[in-house]
């Protein structure tokens, strides 16, 4: 695909977005990839060399889930993008019947709960949630 094609069609892409938030990373996520790299790590030390691959691996799965989700609101849709490795979540705007704030992990940390559907729900976990909330109701009415 010649170069001027391509930004042709993000372009265009781009202007179909309304905007884009990425995943907050939270306390739980942190640990967790603290404590498997730990892990991994003694793996190797005691010459475990395949459980420590394993584990290694798992590091490498949860580092891309964390660092690379992301929620892409469109003019009619809402895409969700848990990292390269996953496939991509589309849920349409006006199938979307409520949406608010819960706490997990015994209230040290917090995510939206987005309920659509049949009643089908997923979370999210952005980092501005106020201005997610915001640009999802923007969108949602016009739809």
């Known amino acids: 695909m010649p170069p001027v094609t391509r930004f042709i069609v993000y372009q265009a892409l781009m202007e179909a977005v309304c905007r884009s938030f990425h995943h907050r990373i939270t306390l739980g996520a942190g640990c967790g990839i603290i404590l498997c790299l730990v892990a ?3 793996l190797f030390w005691v010459k475990m060399v395949v459980w420590g691959a394993l584990m290694a691996l798992a590091v490498i799965l949860m580092c891309e889930r964390v660092l690379h989700t992301e929620y892409l609101l469109y003019n ?10 996953s496939h991509d979540k589309t849920i349409v705007l006006r199938d979307i019947t409520h949406c608010h ?3 997990v992990n015994f209230g040290l940390s917090h995510c939206l709960l987005i309920q659509y559907d049949n009643d089908q729900m997923i979370y999210v976990e952005p980092q501005n949630e106020a201005a997610f909330i ?7 009415a016009e739809s």
């Open 40 to 42: 991994a790590f003694w």
């Open 76 to 85: 009619d849709k809402l895409v969700i993008r848990r990292g390269r490795l």
């Open 101 to 103: 704030t819960i706490s």
């Open 134 to 140: 915001k640009c999802l109701m923007k969108l949602k």
